[in-house]
T-cell receptor
Framework: AQKVTQAQTEISVVEKEDVTLDCVYE???????LFWYKQPPSGELVFLIR??????QNEISGRYSWNFQKSTSSFNFTITASQVVDSAVYFC???????????FGSGTRLQVQP | GAVVSQHPSWVICKSGTSVKIECRSL??????MFWYRQFPKQSLMLMAT?????????EQGVEKDKFLINHASLTLSTLTVTSAHPEDSSFYIC??????????????FGPGTRLTVL
């Protein structure tokens, strides 16, 4: 069975603060794929990143960075210098080898106050 | 990224009627599409996997006779909620699998359809 846990239900920060969203996953597959999606108030899911289990290199894309730690089964997401436009619900998701659908975490609602 | 559209974006219907939701991959061919359901302030739950040219695969607990899925072409999948009831009110989101090599495929999501059954 696969499981994704996002323990932080809601986070509120002030603009320009850094914020880290936690994601812990469980899977028996040796090869798997991790994702982060953003869901703004409009509802549409926006793809942010995909990480393969065999690639533990951390990634930075502008103000976004991801820390993949296979040893702790975590795939955390950090936003540096947060902005109001970052306010959204962020979902971490997992896809195993034999399954094409995604298993989503419960999501973390981020509110960035001006 | 790849573009997936959904139509309609919202629909209000009376109890007992059927509602069809379309999901299209606009700039790529998707042999596999997925239908998810999201209740307010909750996560996305997979309802079914739609495969072009074959029957959909439903998740446990999802009534296949109530949620009819048709994937007639490589760019279109439809979800029909038959005899809708208020408890079917939800946000329905489709995604299309953008193919890649050796597991690098990514799912792109449609904008969602908000269904309200009165």
């Amino acid at each position: 069975a696969q499981k994704v846990t996002q323990a932080q239900t809601e986070i509120s920060v002030v603009e320009k603060e850094d914020v880290t969203l936690d994601c812990v996953y469980e899977t028996r597959d040796t090869t798997y794929y991790l994702f982060w999606y953003k869901q703004p108030p409009s509802g549409e899911l926006v793809f942010l990143i995909r990480r393969n289990s065999f690639d533990e290199q951390n990634e930075i894309s502008g103000r976004y960075s991801w820390n993949f730690q296979k040893s702790t089964s975590s795939f955390n997401f950090t936003i540096t210098a947060s902005q109001v436009v970052d306010s959204a619900v962020y979902f971490c998701a997992l896809r195993g080898t034999g399954r094409r659908a995604l298993t989503f975490g419960s999501g973390t609602r981020l509110q960035v106050q001006p | 990224g790849a573009v997936v559209s959904q139509h309609p974006s919202w629909v209000i219907c009376k109890s007992g009627t059927s509602v069809k939701i379309e999901c299209r991959s606009l700039d790529f061919q998707a042999t596999t599409m997925f239908w998810y359901r999201q209740f307010p302030k909750q996560s996305l739950m997979l309802m079914a996997t739609s495969n072009e040219g074959s029957k959909a695969t439903y998740e446990q607990g999802v009534e296949k006779d109530k949620f009819l899925i048709n994937h007639a072409s490589l760019t279109l999948s439809t979800l029909t909620v038959t005899s809708a009831h208020p408890e079917d009110s939800s946000f329905y989101i489709c995604s299309a699998r953008f193919p890649g090599t050796r597991g690098t495929d990514t799912q792109y999501f449609g904008p969602g359809t908000r269904l309200t059954v009165l």
